[in-house]
């Protein structure tokens, strides 16, 4: 079966230093990835098809290793991507990963302060903090994404001028995706019905992006099965049915990650694009 899939998420920590009530990501298996299994699963993705890797948490820059991770992808030929809530971003290390790193995401809610404090994202200053630390990742040419989770506390926000004001190359916006045993108690506070998310998408759809492309958005249907994720220690996460399965890499290459993965439903909802 021909390999549809061609992009990884790795989630190389559950650590962070905020606490987004809405992560689906906040218990993992192990606290870290460990640096000295990069290069084994990073050339069994290779191998299998992948050409670009998110490096995801928790928080990624957190991980004390990062340089050693994104120096050992780039080694691979692969596209590199950083997928961050911002906060530990200097210009200095930006510069230090700038060699190494394609694209750095940064993940914004609201353009409302109060708003993303009451969803953990942050101290009260994230909007502040991501205008400033979005404008030094263009300064030095990283290309740049902007993330966004739709909740009950933002879907009805008009968010077209800060992404104007910020100006990305891609926009993702998610529909909050309830996991059991990660976020399923902030579930009846935060999630949001489909004709919610839609209330968000015909706000904000009519915007576009420095690449002149559309935001993406992404349901809970688009979500379930159509993303690879590992965990720390390598090992394929499957989200279906809103809970996680855990399955050794070496053993979903054998059969191809379209078997345990909607290979269609990854291309549908934009996984393949020119990174």
Not at 138 to 151: A, P
Not at 188 to 213: C, G, M, P, R, W
Not at 245 to 254: M, N, Q, T
Request: hydrophobic share 40%; aromatic share 8%.
């Amino acid at each position: 079966m021909e390999n549809k899939v061609t992009s990884a998420n790795w989630h190389l920590t559950d650590r962070c230093n905020y606490a987004c009530k809405f992560c689906f990501m906040q218990k993992l298996p192990d606290v870290d990835a460990n640096i000295d299994s990069a290069n084994r699963i990073l050339s069994i993705l290779k191998k299998n098809g992948i050409t670009k890797v998110n490096f995801v948490g928790g928080e990624p820059l957190l991980h004390p290793h990062l340089q050693d991770f994104v120096v050992c992808a780039k080694n691979h030929g692969l596209t590199v991507s950083i997928i961050t809530n911002g906060y530990l971003l200097t210009q200095q290390r930006i510069k230090e990963l700038k060699p190494f790193v394609d694209w750095i995401g940064i993940s914004i809610d609201s353009a409302n302060e109060d708003i993303e404090a009451k969803l953990g994202r942050g101290f009260g200053r994230h909007v502040e903090n991501t205008l400033r630390v979005c404008e030094m990742i263009k300064m030095e040419g990283i290309k740049l994404k902007i993330n966004t989770v739709v909740t009950k506390l933002n879907f009805s926000e008009d968010l077209r001028s800060l992404i104007e004001r910020i100006h990305p190359l891609r926009w993702k916006v998610f529909q909050m995706l309830g996991i059991l045993g990660q976020n399923e108690t902030e579930l009846a506070s935060l999630a949001i019905s489909s004709d919610e998310f839609q209330v968000f998408i015909k706000t904000n759809k009519n915007i576009l992006l420095e690449s002149n492309q559309s935001p993406t958005f992404e349901t809970n249907d688009d979500m379930i099965d159509s993303y690879l994720m590992l965990a720390p220690d390598g090992s394929v996460i499957q989200n279906s049915g809103h809970g996680y399965a855990y399955h050794a890499l070496e053993d979903v290459v054998i059969h191809g990650f379209s078997d345990i993965l909607n290979s269609d439903k990854y291309v549908k909802r934009g996984g393949q694009y020119d990174w």
